[in-house]
């Protein structure tokens, strides 16, 4: 059973696609750690065919052709409002990537399609991550070398006890264990894997600023969902009320995120 409904969370991320980078602090972040950490993995990397899955705005495409130049990028994303993004973030640089827009889950190439696939938050929204890790494993040549991060248990865990406080009913949590990580991928036959972890919190000064930056993003399941789950402002002031256990001493709301990036050779 699909645990995503990706029609909607494609709408979702087709309505946030114009003002994504203005929300996107967390995925600027973790982007940035993901290709720093990648040059620390796999030190001498020359790709020649990348793809950038799941590609939004286009910030790792970007990254990965200004530090390949000579490479072909590929930008994957099944949301074409984030395409077109891409594609203007890309022409305004003169740079490009072929645009296609497909599902991450039916990946349209054929094997041994690219050297280098990189994959920023995007694999928390599969349905299925270890037929994902193997067909994208498929779609890697020889010396293919995968680099994504995810979300691991514990993320949003202040939002989740909020909800709980209010509902006890709504709550499940999507998101993989850390230790999932490396069985999947070594179950998908990958090899020489790496996981690095790492929590980063982001500090909001009202609950609403909060849940705005995820809606912003696209992040409908993180958001939107629980708000219509609870309907009514009565709710909505009860979570509120819930989540003061967790303000600061300086009066900030926390949102704790439990980031994996994980590095791994066919
Ligand atoms: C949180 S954004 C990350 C975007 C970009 N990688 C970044 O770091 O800014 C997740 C992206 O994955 C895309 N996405 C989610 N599920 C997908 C799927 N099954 N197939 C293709 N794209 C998907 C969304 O449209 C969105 O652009």
């Known amino acids: 059973m699909s645990v995503f409904d990706k029609n909607k969370s494609r709408r979702s991320f087709d309505r946030a696609a114009v003002h994504y980078d203005q929300n996107a602090q967390l995925q600027q972040m973790v982007a940035t750690n993901l290709l720093r950490h990648l040059e620390g993995f796999a030190q001498g990397l020359a ?11 286009g910030q790792v495409a970007e990254a990965m052709q200004l530090r390949y130049p000579d490479a072909d990028i590929t930008a994957l994303d099944f949301s074409k409002q984030m395409l077109v993004q891409t594609e203007q973030r890309l022409s305004k640089q003169g740079l490009r990537a072929l645009s296609v827009c497909a599902d991450a889950e039916q990946l349209p190439f054929k094997e041994a399609a690219f050297d280098l696939i990189v994959s920023s938050l995007m694999l928390q929204w599969a349905n299925n991550l270890e037929k994902t890790l193997l067909d994208i494993q498929r779609s890697l040549s020889s010396e293919g070398i995968l680099a994504f991060s995810s979300l691991s248990e514990g993320t949003l865990k202040e939002v989740k006890a909020s909800w709980e406080a209010v509902d006890q009913s709504v709550h499940s949590s999507n998101f993989q264990s850390l230790d999932s990580f490396e069985r999947i991928a070594s179950a998908a036959g990958y090899s020489n894997i790496s996981v690095i972890s790492e929590t980063i919190v982001i500090n909001y000064s009202s609950v609403r600023e909060m849940l705005l930056e995820m809606k912003g993003i696209g992040a409908s399941n993180a958001s939107n969902e629980r ?35 994980v590095f791994c050779a066919k």
């Open 227 to 261: 708000f219509k789950g609870l309907t009514g402002k009565q709710r909505f002031e009860a979570f509120e009320r819930a989540f003061e256990s967790f303000r600061l001493t300086d009066g900030a709301f926390p949102c704790t995120w439990e980031v994996t990036y």
């Open 47 to 57: 790709p020649h065919l990348i793809l950038d899955l799941g590609c939004g705005t």
